[in-house]
């Protein structure tokens, strides 16, 4: 066992505060990461203040791990000491049922294990990678390409596969009209990757205050929302949009947007419930969908897609010491465009 610094949430309510976890040995599948960059994700947030239900304390986050192999277990042949590898929101799953069998282990029937807040084989509650060090099953760890720096990486783990995924499923590509609702941590991934896929972008932010960091991130156009012209404007205008904001926006008039046939897809998971009028999607047969970050096989080949393309996150590198505020500033929408704690700072 290997006890490790970390920061943790202790109740819903106060600010995270420096602890220590324990590891566990490293099995014959395990590998030993050490961990140098991990993401601050939305998500953490509305985890660790019990947005989506109670989580079971102390909560330690962060699933968008970039390191370093230190140690492997002795059945392990894909890794080595000294490789750089990743580690997204699962660090396991049943591995039997049809969605795991077909890659989609973020599917699975008898629930995936989360890389934090999660009951793990062992009984234990998994904790993530606001931390120095973290064990994982072999199957769940991945290759980060050696053209990608591993701070700019991390987001990839859990952003960038949040929107690969989709926009893959969807078809997002050359003479495809894409939207990206929000341009936030998974927003920005959301529009570099539709830009390499070939398809032409535009952002649907909140304000154009933004608009020039947009625009340089791939986009071809940036609209603000809170003008009222903007939903009139662009009415039928988009093959897909993605919907990443992290609070409740109105689905109806995001709807209006699509071409018909035309899908929104929703990957922000505010803690409010959505609702929508019927006639949104009758009319012109829209589809409204949902997804969950990706598989394991679907997040090494973006992993790989973003070696190969050269896309990174926009990252502004943080000490621990300022991940509570780090927090808030995601809740005021000022981050860009992706807070990443070094965690050699925790220690
Ligand atoms: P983030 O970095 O805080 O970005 C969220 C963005 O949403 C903001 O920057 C803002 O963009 C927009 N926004 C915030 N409040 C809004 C409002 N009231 N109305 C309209 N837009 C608003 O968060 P993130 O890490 O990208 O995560 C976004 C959401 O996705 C969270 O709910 C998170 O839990 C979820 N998520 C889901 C998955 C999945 O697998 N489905 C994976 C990761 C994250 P503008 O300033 O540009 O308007
Ligand atoms: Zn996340
Ligand atoms: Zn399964």
């Known amino acids: 066992m290997l006890t490790v610094p970390a920061y943790a949430a202790t109740s819903a309510t106060e600010p995270l505060t420096p602890t220590t976890v324990e590891r566990r040995d490293v099995g014959p599948h395990d590998v030993l990461i050490e961990i140098e960059y991990v993401g601050i994700c939305h998500s953490d947030i509305h985890n660790v203040r019990s947005e989506w239900g109670p989580a ?164 071809d156009h940036y609209v603000a929302t809170s003008a009222p012209a903007t939903f009139e404007q662009l009415v039928g205008a988009f093959d897909l949009i993605v919907n990443t904001a992290s609070a409740r926006v109105d689905l109806d008039s995001y709807l209006r947007l699509l071409k018909p046939g035309g899908v929104l897809i929703n990957v922000g998971a505010p803690p409010e419930s959505l609702s929508l009028d019927v006639f949104s999607l009758v009319m012109h047969g829209h589809i409204c969908a949902g997804s969950l970050i990706g598989g394991i096989g679907e997040t090494q080949e973006m992993l790989d897609f973003c070696g190969e393309h050269g896309i990174g996150a926009e990252v502004e590198i943080i000490p621990a010491a300022k991940i509570n505020e780090a927090f808030e500033r995601m809740i005021a929408s000022d981050v860009r465009y992706r807070f990443v704690i070094d965690t050699s700072t925790l220690v």
Not at 62 to 67: K, L, N, R
Not at 91 to 117: D, F, H, I, M, W
Not at 138 to 143: H, I, K, L, Q, S
């Open 56 to 219: 079971s304390y102390p909560v330690v986050p962060g699933h968008e791990i970039a390191g370093v192999v230190a140690q492997v277990g002795s059945e392990v042949t894909r890794y080595a000491v000294g490789d750089r590898v990743g580690v997204g929101c699962m660090v396991n799953s049943c591995r039997e049922c049809a969605p795991c069998l077909r890659g989609e282990e973020q599917y699975c029937l008898k629930g995936n294990t989360l890389t934090y807040g999660s009951i793990d084989k062992d009984g234990t509650l998994t904790q993530g990678g606001y931390s120095t060090h973290i064990v994982v099953d072999d199957d769940f760890v991945v290759r980060i390409p050696g053209a990608l720096a591993l701070d700019e990486a991390a987001p990839l783990l859990c952003a960038g596969i949040t929107t690969y995924s989709p926009l893959r499923r969807w078809g997002a590509g050359p003479g495809k009209k894409v939207a990206v609702v929000g341009l936030g941590g998974v927003g920005h991934m959301a529009v570099k990757i539709a830009h390499a896929l070939g398809a032409q972008v535009t952002v649907l932010s909140q304000s154009l205050k933004k608009k020039d960091d947009g625009l340089r991130l791939g986009a």
